[in-house]
């Protein structure tokens, strides 16, 4: 359940990372909106839940039917976006603040760039190599540290290969 949940959130902040890095005049912002769907999911959810959770336990009228139709339009509606554009704000907050920290020059953000690219490789390359794994051989289950050490080899090289390809492209990009 949770990863139907999660996974619109991921995608969109894939998507919007990708995007920022196309566009040139988006690049200074391409961390925060890596960052800022995730941020919003995640903070709206928790505080939904934790709102809900609370109003039940102290018998509030907010938990005492379901939250359906118009009635639950003008609760849920505060009570999930307003905790979720609070949290994707502190999120941008943060991002901005280790930006200017730690990211001061053209060279330090293009290698912490390639990093985020290579790290958003390794997982999906990691899955899908244990999958296939244990898809081929059905006695994988047998042999998992060396099935997993191997997947973990394989994305690790998926993940070089793309920081290799970031990189070609960034300088691509800088020459053009």
Do not use: N
């Amino acid at each position: 359940m949770q990863v139907i949940y999660a996974a619109p959130f991921i995608l969109l902040s894939l998507i919007a990372f990708a995007a920022c890095l196309a566009v040139a005049r988006f690049r200074p912002y391409a961390f925060r909106a890596l960052v800022v769907p995730v941020a919003f999911g995640f903070c709206s959810i928790v505080a939904l839940a934790i709102i809900v959770v609370t109003a039940d336990r102290l018998h509030l009228l907010l938990a005492d039917s379901p939250l359906a139709g118009s009635r639950g339009v003008f609760v849920a509606i505060p009570l999930y976006f307003v905790p979720g554009v609070v949290g994707a704000w502190l999120a941008i907050e943060v991002v901005r603040r280790t930006e200017i920290r730690f990211l001061r020059t053209q060279g330090a953000r293009a290698l912490a760039t390639r990093i985020v690219i290579a790290l958003i490789a390794f997982g999906p390359a990691f899955i899908v190599c244990t999958g296939v794994q244990f898809s081929l051989f059905p006695r994988a289950e047998e042999w998992l540290p060396l099935c997993l050490a191997l997947s973990l080899v394989a994305a690790g090289l998926v993940a070089t290969l793309a920081f290799v390809a970031a990189r070609a492209l960034q300088k691509r990009l800088d020459a053009d």
